[in-house]
């Protein structure tokens, strides 16, 4: 592709429909915890536990955006802003996550629904962003084939209660991580290890993002209803049959998995033998419960993996060669930075007969912001956000049917066990003083979402676009 393709883009080559938006989530911006009625969530309980997060940091206040969603919806249209994707909190509206419905926190969402709405703001709800409701893990949580039934009651209660108001729904942020790093690696909320637990886990989620599909749709048909897979470009680290099948095995689970179910495919026992064990909690109704015609699917990719085969690591016999030591560029995660991994991805999507609409649900990038004299020069996000809109402009150019991209994230907020330590946010939080400062990145994004250009950079020889 012409190097001119890159500075010469403009909103309005996307159309006059594409949706431009951020994405957020409730727990790591919220705070006020036990606000009105609100009960623990496992990740208020994990959070607590010494030694699981950065620094001892904790989201007891995070952005307090529960006390100062007006000033941040207001900041938020000052920028162009039109999306907005956030989360309901599970245990605020239902603090023992079944049973008594808490009115306050109903209240809370009415609000911040109302007042999108009223700035002109169109809301993008996600049910299940990571934060279970405590009272239902001390039950098994997502081990528990009983979360089906928690999961319904749940879902039904916010679409009864929101979508006269909320048409664009998406069931489930990332299954994949929530289940991996919170199930298996014990890295996460609620910290339980092992395969015994991935393999329930991993299962029940999958039908409750069927069943809330479902859910969803029966109470309104023109409702737009999605969910969405965290997913990253797997590429192999050397050209030997080893490493290409070990890059097989972790793309079939990374990017795969939660998807094919929905469309019907069932699991990869072929590729992923130690996903049989699913078997002990199958039930003969399951084939036709894990599935649900999506709207749409949300896409959240940050890098690439590349992989190569590693016969000492269980289940995948594979592992991941970290960018350092390929010395690469990298974000404050440790992440490449690869924006053509994002445009194969796209591809990849869009080659399922069964996708009908995709969404970039969450891009973004963590740097070492600093504020200085009043101003966050993040150039490198700039960079990074500007080359990621360049490819998924060329996908859709290629006829994939990409509709929308949402920035991770709106503010800096907590980052789960890395704490504060992160900053993914186009607007800069000083959590002392809870000032909002538009960083560099933000105010580039306001222009480009206010002028439709996106302006000329001096230097744009680290895109790598392949024919």
Request: a neutral charge.
């Amino acid at each position: 592709m012409e190097d001119n393709f890159f500075s010469d883009l403009k909103r309005s080559d996307f159309g006059e429909n594409f949706i431009w938006g951020t994405s957020t989530a409730a727990f790591q911006i919220e705070g006020s915890p036990f606000a009105d009625g609100k009960k623990a969530s496992i990740w208020d309980e994990f959070s607590h536990k010494k030694g699981k997060i950065y620094k001892g940091q904790n989201a007891d206040i995070a952005c307090d955006f529960y006390n100062r969603y007006v000033e941040d919806l207001r900041l938020m249209k000052s920028m162009n802003i039109k999306h907005f994707r956030f989360s309901f909190s599970w245990s605020r509206i239902l603090p023992d996550g079944t049973g008594k419905i808490n009115e306050a926190g109903l209240n809370f969402y009415d609000r911040l629904i109302d007042q999108c709405l009223a700035l002109g703001i169109t809301p993008w709800v996600t049910l299940y962003h990571w934060d279970l409701p405590q009272a239902l893990e001390e039950k098994g949580g997502w081990t528990n084939r009983e979360i089906i039934n928690w999961f319904s009651e749940y879902v039904k209660v916010c679409v009864s209660r929101f979508g006269d108001r909320v048409k664009n729904w998406m069931v489930l942020n990332e299954p994949l991580v929530f289940l991996g790093a919170g199930h298996f690696l014990g890295i996460h909320a609620p910290g339980r290890r092992g395969v015994k637990n991935f393999i329930p886990a991993m299962h029940h989620a999958s039908l409750c993002q069927a069943i809330g599909g479902r859910i969803l749709r029966d109470f309104d048909e023109n409702l737009n209803i999605g969910t969405t897979f965290s997913c990253s470009y797997i590429e192999a680290f050397r050209d030997r049959e080893k490493d290409y099948k070990a890059a097989n095995r972790v793309d079939c689970l990374v990017n795969r998995l939660f998807l094919e179910l929905s469309l019907g495919y069932g699991y990869p026992f072929e590729e992923l033998a130690f996903l049989k064990r699913v078997e002990k909690y199958y039930k003969a109704e399951d084939d036709d419960l894990l599935q649900f015609e999506f709207d749409f699917i949300g896409i959240q990719n940050y890098t690439r993996e590349i992989v190569k085969n590693a016969w000492w690591i269980p289940y995948l016999q594979a592992t991941n060669v970290k960018a350092e030591k390929r010395n690469l560029q990298t974000t404050d995660m440790g992440w490449e930075i690869y924006s053509d991994g994002l445009f194969h991805l796209l591809k990849k999507y869009d080659a399922y007969p069964g996708v009908k609409n995709i969404l970039v649900s969450e891009n973004g990038a963590a740097f070492p912001d600093q504020l200085i004299n009043g101003q966050v020069k993040d150039e490198e996000r700039k960079q990074y956000l500007q080359q990621y809109i360049a490819v998924t402009l060329k996908a859709k150019n290629q006829g994939v049917n990409v509709n929308g991209y949402f920035v991770w994230s709106f503010t800096d907020n907590f980052e789960w066990a890395e704490g504060y330590r992160p900053r993914f946010g186009l607007v800069y939080i000083d959590y002392e003083r809870q000032q909002r400062i538009i960083k560099n990145s933000g105010l580039w994004y306001r222009d480009f979402l206010k002028t439709t250009s996106i302006q000329k950079r001096t230097n744009y020889q680290s895109i790598s676009f392949k024919s």
